[in-house]
């Protein structure tokens, strides 16, 4: 008989991890879907080295999807069901990865979607109408399977068909984490990341730099890296100023591939920092005095600060705080 396989929303929260292991369990194979929207949090490379050792440990196969540029032009600035309280579009961003997924069920020769939503047990994306809603919106004809509350949710394609064994599901509602928590022991499964694992979209500071991002700019892919790092500045002609804030910080920046932006350092030791590349002479030249107000640079001195092909000779503030005042709030 032909191997019945699942495709898994993995956010690889523990709700996502019990969902494919109660499947796996079943003798069904298993590929977990983690969806790249680049605002997974900030340690990329440390969260995807996480998710392929956790999939291992399930017996899981981890696929990676890139739905960055996807999700900004289709979901982040227009979601049909809002916000959570944040700029977290939970509705919207369930559906969406539903939607991909059952695009790829073909590709990977899958027969239906697994996802860790539990009825009733958060407030934005989990509430028995936000499932219902999340399936509308999703277009997933019955084939998307929530293995944590099925008993509770009406009978899908894959408890239909046998493909899985309906008994075997659970019935968790609301938000109490005993049954999962018991559950993750008895399969010793450890360390798993908090639910929104680290979306940076559910980050009340981030969500602050996107909407002062908007009123600005278009925001594109690069925007998310640029949003991640350092002090975010406004500067009175409009233009967008980032100042690392140490040497880490340095080094991030350092990696970023940017057309919109120009990296710029100083004459002396200290940070590295961005400006739009249209940023007209005035807010060039404050973003050379912000800059070197984070630097050692003294205030009763001159320095003179490259950025692109001009050259602006200033002095730091006197005090952070009148630096401060440029700050996105
Ligand atoms: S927490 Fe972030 S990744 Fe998760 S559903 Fe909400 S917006 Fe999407």
Redesign the pocket.
């Known amino acids: 008989m032909k191997k019945i396989r699942a495709l898994a929303l993995f ?1 690889g929260g523990l709700d996502s991890l019990l969902a494919m292991k109660l499947i796996i369990e079943q003798g069904v194979e298993v590929i977990g879907l983690y969806f790249d ?1 680049g ?2 949090g900030k340690a990329e490379e440390e969260k995807k080295r996480y998710l392929k050792d956790i999939a291992d440990k399930i017996g899981a196969k981890l696929e990676i999807i890139n739905i960055k540029e996807q999700f900004i032009k289709e979901i982040l600035f227009n979601p049909k069901y809002g916000y ?1 309280k944040n700029f ?3 509705i919207d ?2 559906a969406n990865m539903i939607r991909v997924a059952k695009a790829l069920l073909p590709k990977y020769d899958a027969h239906f979607i697994i996802s860790g939503e539990v009825a009733g047990q958060r407030p934005m ?1 989990q509430r028995m109408d936000a499932l219902k809603k999340v399936e509308e919106l999703s277009t997933a004809d019955r084939l998307i399977l929530r293995p944590l509350s099925a008993k509770l949710l009406p009978i899908t394609i894959p408890e239909e068909k046998g493909w899985v064994d309906r008994e075997k599901l659970l019935d968790i509602h609301g938000r109490s984490r005993e049954v999962q928590i018991n559950l993750a022991k008895k399969w010793g499964i450890e360390n798993y990341e908090s639910p ?2 680290g ?1 940076l ?2 980050d009340e500071n981030f969500s602050k730099k996107i909407k002062d991002h908007i009123k600005f700019d278009k925001f594109e892919t690069e925007d998310i890296d640029v949003l991640k790092w350092g002090r975010h500045f406004r500067l009175p002609d409009s233009a967008k100023l980032v100042v690392s804030r140490n040497k880490d910080e340095n080094e991030k920046i350092k990696e970023l591939n940017l057309n919109k932006y120009i990296k710029f350092s100083l004459p002396l030791p200290g940070p590295l920092s961005l400006i739009n590349k249209d940023a007209s002479n005035e807010d060039k030249k404050m973003a050379a005095k912000i800059a070197l107000t984070y630097s050692k640079a003294k205030p009763d001195e001159v320095y003179e600060v490259e950025i692109g092909n001009e050259k602006f000779k200033t002095s730091p503030f006197e005090n952070k705080k009148e630096a401060q005042k440029y700050f996105v709030k």
């Open positions: 956010s929207t605002f997974g959570g977290n579009p939970c961003c369930h994306s929104s694992g979306c979209l559910t």
